[in-house]
């Protein structure tokens, strides 16, 4: 399988949820060895859509001329998208949104009811592609936080689409932690692993994954008593 990783995470490598990603992937590899890419979004050039819709008319090419000709060749070039970012404003960041609207060129100005809603039809073929997003936070709790980010995610990506959040996120970049985040990458690891062998992760380990390492409140003391 081909992997397409997006860092969304304007820390680059020092991403807190990047660990969560390599530790998916790591499980994956243990069912099938999978040829991976990643791509740092804060390292690349790509404009903002003015909403023209160019592309949409002309067969999919941009008025820009920047880095996602490239990486829409990729994208359809792989099997897997994960998308590993951090919850900003619950959503993501500014540039991974960026690259998300400009991947309009695959499909057309056309539109057509699916399931109860409109969609514009793909000028390329993109059939074969799943979606999976690994999203992390900095507060304590799940709840009232990455809910918007998952009704956004599955309105883009309805079909074939996987959602794993994490709160407490920091903690994977805190050596101090380790006690509590290498049980915890255990089990995203474990998650890869049904991923790979099932095509889904299953309820109990969704389940597993949503609960946070430490209490709530101890969490948010150690973190207001370090500001």
Same mark, same amino acid.
């Given at each position: ?36 890419? &990643? ?13 023209? =819709? ?29 998308? @590993? ?21 695959? @499909? ?30 900095? =507060? ?12 956004? =995610? ?10 794993? &959040? ?38 109990? &380990? ?22």
């Amino acid at each position: 399988m081909k992997i397409l990783i997006f860092n969304g995470s304007p820390k680059r490598e020092k991403s807190d949820t990047m660990h969560l990603t390599r530790a998916f992937v790591d499980g994956m590899n243990e069912h099938e060895k999978n040829e991976v890419n &990643t791509v740092t979004v804060a390292d690349k050039h790509i404009e903002f859509c003015t909403g023209c =819709f160019t592309c949409k008319k002309n067969g999919g090419t941009c008025i820009h001329d920047d880095d996602m000709a490239v990486l829409l060749e990729e994208i359809l070039a792989s099997d897997l998208l994960i998308f @590993s970012f951090p919850l900003y404003c619950y959503g993501m960041p500014a540039k991974l949104k960026a690259l998300i609207d400009r991947t309009l060129p695959l @499909s057309s100005m056309a539109m057509q009811k699916v399931d109860g809603r409109y969609e514009h039809p793909a000028q390329r073929d993109y059939s074969h592609l799943k979606y999976l997003m690994i999203c992390g936070c900095g =507060f304590p709790n799940s709840e009232n936080n990455f809910e918007a980010m998952k009704l956004q =995610f599955g309105l883009m990506f309805p079909h074939s689409s996987t959602m794993i &959040t994490v709160s407490e996120a920091p903690m994977f970049n805190a050596p101090e932690a380790d006690s509590v985040t290498t049980p915890f990458l255990k089990l995203v690891q474990k998650a890869g692993k049904e991923y790979a062998e099932t095509g889904c992760i299953s309820d109990e &380990t969704l389940a597993e994954l949503s609960k946070p390492m430490i209490p709530h409140e101890v969490y948010a003391d150690i973190v207001n008593h370090g500001i």
